[in-house]
């Protein structure tokens, strides 16, 4: 019969502290997308807006203004 070793103080702590890095990068990661993602609905919005009659932006300028 097999028994399971008991973990030490040292191994909890490691797994604690890989928990608390996995929870802060999913958190971070799942920020960043959001952002990454606001920013291109944001750009799409102003390069798709109605000008004005007789405005018109060469490609040049259409660059500058979404980047």
């Known amino acids: 019969m097999h028994l399971p070793r008991a973990s030490t103080a040292i191994e909890t702590a490691h797994s604690i502290r890989l928990n608390?890095?996995?929870v802060e990068s999913t958190i971070?990661?799942?920020l960043g997308g959001l952002l990454f993602g606001f920013d291109t609905a944001v750009i799409a919005?102003?390069?798709s807006s109605p000008k004005?009659?007789?405005f018109t932006l060469?490609?040049?300028q259409?660059?500058?203004e979404t980047s």
């Open 20 to 22: 608390h890095l996995v």
């Open 28 to 30: 971070t990661a799942a």
């Open 45 to 47: 919005g102003v390069t």
């Open 52 to 54: 004005p009659k007789g």
């Open 58 to 60: 060469e490609e040049l």
């Open 62 to 64: 259409k660059q500058l």
